[in-house]
T-cell receptor
Framework: GQNIDQPTEMTATEGAIVQINCTYQ??????LFWYQQHAGEAPTFLSY????GLEEKGRFSSFLSRSKGYSYLLLKELQMKDSASYLCAVDTGGFKTIFGAGTRLFVKA | EAQVTQNPRYLITVTGKKLTVTCSQN?????MSWYRQDPGLGLRQIYY???????DKGDVPEGYKVSRKEKRNFPLILESPSPNQTSLYFC???????????????FGQGTRLTVV
């Protein structure tokens, strides 16, 4: 079966660092996406990891371990506008991308 | 401006009344797909299209139809809507489905459908 797990909710403080984990078990794997989705809006692309390791993009970084079926999204210097849902998604090949249920991040002052 | 446009944004309809949600992209993308998003379940793929006249079922296709007569348009059709199709729907497009190419998805703004 196909399974993607991520925490339902997380809370962090403005200016802090937060790590959102994602574990996956899928029948195929080409790469892993992270998307950000503000309430009532469309998801927007953050990152796509194909190879193991950490990729940094400004305040956001994404890590992948293919052997462990594990990824995380690291958000540094949190801002109030980072309050959103973060969606982990696996590109399984075969034209399909499977999404996790998302992690709602609350950033408090 | 590069974008994916869905219409309508909001729709309330009655059970059994056929409806179409339109989706258009101006990026010359090959790959388009439809998702529904429900609380606690995340985005689930309904149908996808690899190119003009090439479509296939996603994970939850029952009760939906699609067509891809032109590269830019990918409408979602509900022939006989039922209350369990009440959901938030997103259309998305990607440059290509081929492995190794840029497969980042661009999403439309969503259509909130209520079937009563």
């Amino acid at each position: 079966g196909q399974n993607i797990d991520q925490p339902t909710e997380m809370t962090a403080t403005e200016g802090a660092i937060v790590q959102i984990n994602c574990t996956y078990q899928t029948s195929g794997f080409n790469g892993l996406f992270w998307y950000q989705q503000h309430a009532g809006e469309a998801p927007t692309f953050l990152s796509y990891n194909v190879l193991d390791g950490l990729e940094e993009k400004g305040r956001f970084s994404s890590f992948l371990s293919r052997s462990k079926g594990y990824s995380y999204l690291l958000l540094k210097e949190l801002q109030m506008k980072d309050s959103a849902s973060y969606l982990c998604a696996v590109d399984t090949g075969g034209f399909k991308t499977i999404f996790g249920a998302g992690t709602r991040l609350f950033v408090k002052a | 401006e590069a974008q994916v446009t869905q219409n309508p944004r909001y729709l309330i309809t009655v059970t059994g009344k056929k409806l179409t949600v339109t989706c258009s992209q101006n990026m010359n993308h090959e790959y388009m797909s439809w998702y529904r998003q429900d609380p606690g379940l995340g985005l689930r793929q309904i149908y996808y299209s690899m190119n003009v006249e090439v479509t296939d079922k996603g994970d939850v296709p029952e009760g939906y139809k699609v067509s891809r007569k032109e590269k830019r348009n990918f409408p979602l059709i509900l022939e006989s809507p039922s209350p369990n199709q009440t959901s938030l729907y997103f259309c998305a497009s990607s440059l290509s489905w081929r492995t190794g190419t840029n497969t980042e998805a661009f999403f439309g703004q969503g259509t909130r459908l209520t079937v009563v």
